[in-house]
Structure formats: structure tokens, C-alpha cells
């Protein structure tokens, strides 16, 4: 056998630390992996709640326990199963582009609902007053901090009926505050990296509150640990 069709029978791929031996596709030569590649490692953990959730102010044990344990949870589970299938696709060279559609939103879905939830449950345990470089630097960007403020729950209330994420965000881009509408996990603001993540689906409040979201957005604002906040500010804008 020639070093050509040695290479078209059989190559190496980098897998983590390793390198493995993998069949090559014979007509385009493309590496496909045998073994889980890292990407597709599909081992999320879930987290733990980092606060008392008997001890939060209009926000009841039951509804966080609900949302931690079913929606959070619920998401690790579908992202760890859906980088399986994507890992094994990888060898599926069949696989219709409609489907390998589907896996890569429910992806991107998924990746979006995990990130968020963390963000989400990390920030509380506080007692809800802004302090620190972050209130300082809110209240340059919307004039003074009860105008941030003001809009931040006005941009909750608007996915309100709806879903979505409320997301205050540093713009990497732009290099300033925003309070982004997010209409799902996947929804994002371009170059944005979230500091303040409000929940708006449905089940983040309706156990406590049924449909009446305001009171629920008026919890949350009492239950903020604005150090997390500020200490993600200030990597964000460092970076
Ligand atoms: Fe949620």
C-alpha cells in the first residue's frame, strides 16, 4: 500500500489530548472521527443553586426548586443528548441537511437556555440595591440609575404575555449598556455579554404569581446580588 492510499484509508484526527485513528471518506478525504469529539462532548452538569431558596423575598422555594429542577435541568439533559446525535452524525455522512437542521437549533436552543438559567439562578440571594462600579456606570448610560432602571422593567413587561429573556448586556462591539429583548434562548443581542438576565417565560413566575408578571418582575429587582453583577461587569469590560 502507497503513503497516498494509506493516508485515503485511514487518518489521524486530534481528539482532545490524543490523537486517534479515523476512516476517511474515500471520495472527499474528509476526516470523520470514530470517537466523541469535544464539541460534541455532550457532558454538561447541571449546577447548583448558589443561594437559600427558602430565603428569597416574594419568590417562593416550590417555584424556584420548579424551575431549577424541570426547565434548567431539563436543558442540560437535551444539550448533553443532542451533542450525542450531532457527535454520531458526524459520521452519518447521509444524514438529511433538514435533519442535521433540526439538531443544530435545537443546539443552539439549548446552549442559550443553559447559559441563561446559570446566569439566571447565580444572581440571586442579594438585597436587591445596586451598588458598586456597575450602578455608577448605568447611571452614565441612561442618565441617572432609576431611568436604567425604569426601562430595564419596561423592556421586561414588553415580552410579558409572551417569552424571552430581559438581558441587560455590556456590547462588546459597541462597548456600551444595553437592556436587550430577547424573544427566546437563541435570541441573543450580537457582541453582547450578559450582566443582569431576567426570565420572562411563563414558568419563571406562574406558580407564585399566575399571569401577573409585574409582580414578579418586582421580586426579582428585590432579590439581585448586585456583586455578581458589578464582578461581571468588570470583566466584560475589561475584555
Ligand atoms: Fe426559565
Not at 470517537?35 to 416574594?58: Q, Y
Not at 447611571?139 to 432602571?149: D, I, L, P, R, V
Not at 430595564?152 to 415580552?159: K, N, P, V
Not at 455590556?170 to 430577547?182: E, G, I, M
Amino acid at each position: 500500500m502507497t503513503n497516498m492510499s494509506r493516508r485515503n484509508a485511514l487518518g489521524t484526527i486530534a481528539v482532545g489530548a490524543a490523537a486517534v485513528a479515523v476512516p476517511l471518506d474515500a471520495g472527499a478525504q474528509t476526516p470523520i472521527p470514530s470517537a466523541t469529539v469535544p464539541a460534541f462532548a455532550g457532558s454538561h452538569a447541571p449546577k447548583p443553586l448558589s443561594f437559600d431558596a427558602t430565603k428569597l423575598t416574594g419568590l417562593s422555594e416550590k417555584l424556584i426548586r420548579s424551575h431549577w429542577e424541570n426547565n434548567y435541568q431539563g436543558s442540560v439533559k437535551a444539550l448533553n443528548m443532542v451533542e450525542g446525535r450531532l457527535s454520531a452524525a458526524m459520521a452519518d455522512k447521509d444524514l438529511p441537511p433538514v435533519i442535521y437542521g433540526d439538531l443544530k437549533r435545537e443546539e443552539l436552543h439549548r446552549t442559550g437556555s443553559v447559559i441563561l438559567h446559570e446566569l439566571y439562578f447565580e444572581q440571586f440571594g442579594g438585597d436587591g440595591v445596586a451598588k458598586g462600579t456597575i450602578r455608577e456606570a448605568l447611571a452614565k448610560s441612561h442618565g441617572n440609575f432609576e431611568a436604567w432602571e425604569a426601562e430595564f422593567r419596561r423592556t421586561a413587561m414588553a415580552l410579558a404575555g409572551g417569552s424571552g429573556w430581559c438581558i441587560l448586556a455590556w456590547n462588546q462591539y459597541t462597548k456600551s449598556l444595553h437592556n436587550y429583548w430577547a424573544w427566546d434562548h437563541t435570541n441573543g443581542p450580537v457582541a453582547g455579554t450578559p450582566l443582569l438576565v431576567l426570565d420572562m417565560y411563563e414558568h419563571a413566575f406562574a406558580i407564585d404569581y399566575g399571569a401577573a408578571a409585574a409582580k414578579y418582575v418586582e421580586a426579582f429587582m428585590h432579590n439581585i446580588d448586585w456583586a455578581v453583577v458589578d464582578a461581571r461587569y468588570k470583566a466584560a469590560a475589561r475584555g
